[in-house]
């Protein structure tokens, strides 16, 4: 089963207490696709400018992630500098360049239409509702957002919210959105809005999943050394969305696997910058660290 993601190719500029990387491959759709392809074929639509590297689109295609929905227009690529201090949990954005992204619309193939599995992730809710109008009948759809479309396109954002199955938020967009302190009064107040599940990432403190029929909190992955937090929730949609297009089902015990797999994956991606370790992944180490992980848990 294929899954098709919307969201950002970008160039990052990254500064931690590790180091710095500049002009790295990064965006919300490749940190995706990264743990997603190791469950099963990813479709990738996004726009890149002229300035945009051949070398990462022959390395995405390497990685078997179709791009032929990824679009190069006359402009400069979309651009993030940003900068980790502390406990490395968010990052100051010190530059953003929106570029071709400012006046990017999609456009599928006949194929793409007809995938059963749909992620928006970060983007514009006005670009991720034209992408879903042109999808066929989706089986599942996910969406993921940023406190800076909650701040500006919220009525858009909450007017997409009603076409979803499964909203992805941090714990600060969570609150933002639903106006709600506590993390269980907020994931309540989400899936008032539409969607039949709620998924609340927490860094370092795990992840909160809540729908009608069950909650569940589980841990990050005990990573010892964090390096580059930078798409590490979006690694984390990857591999939930990933199994559940893999497991061609929806129920409590495939849901709790995909959160499983999700938080393995993202804590490969904090341990390196950018993609340079989950680019590297394949599934043998993503079931050792799963193993792993279970029993750090298990009582």
């Not at 089963?1 to 759709?29: N, Y």
């Not at 726009?47 to 679009?71: N, R, T, Y």
């Not at 009525?155 to 600060?172: F, G, P, R, T």
Request: net charge positive; proline share 3%; glycine share 8%.
């Amino acid at each position: 089963m294929s899954i098709i993601v919307l969201g950002t190719v970008a160039l990052d500029t990254v500064k931690t207490p590790f180091g710095k990387r500049e002009l790295m491959l990064g965006g919300s759709a490749v940190h995706f696709s990264m743990s997603a392809r190791l469950f099963t074929k990813v479709s990738l639509v996004a726009v890149v400018g002229k300035d945009f590297p051949q070398k990462h689109i022959k390395f995405l295609k390497e990685k078997s992630i179709d791009v032929s929905s990824v679009v190069c227009e006359d402009g400069p690529c979309f651009k993030w500098e940003g900068e980790y201090v502390g406990d490395l949990n968010s990052a100051n954005t010190l530059h953003t360049e929106l570029g071709v992204l400012a006046a990017f619309r999609p456009k599928l193939t006949l194929e793409q239409k007809k995938i059963k599995y749909v992620f928006l992730a970060n983007l514009d809710p006005e670009i991720q509702m034209h992408v879903l109008e042109n999808m066929g009948k989706p089986s599942l759809v996910g969406l993921d957002s940023m406190n800076f479309w909650i701040h500006h396109k919220r009525a858009e954002l909450i007017s997409l919210l009603k076409y979803v199955d499964i909203y992805v938020a941090n714990d600060q967009e969570a609150r933002s959105l639903s106006q709600e302190t506590h993390l269980i009064k907020a994931a309540k107040a989400l899936h008032a809005m539409g969607p039949k599940m709620i998924l609340i990432k927490k860094g370092e403190h795990g992840v909160l999943f809540y729908s009608d029929k069950f909650i569940l909190s589980l841990p990050a992955y005990p990573t010892e050394k964090v390096i580059d937090p930078t798409g590490a929730g979006d690694t984390f949609a990857g591999g939930f969305m990933g199994y559940l297009a893999k497991a061609k089902k929806i129920d409590q015990l495939s849901l709790k696997r995909a959160l499983a797999y999700g938080t393995v994956a993202a804590s490969f991606n904090v341990e390196g910058f950018g993609v340079e370790k989950t680019s590297k992944l394949n599934f043998k180490d993503l079931e050792g660290r799963l193993g792993q992980f279970k029993e750090c848990f298990h009582f």
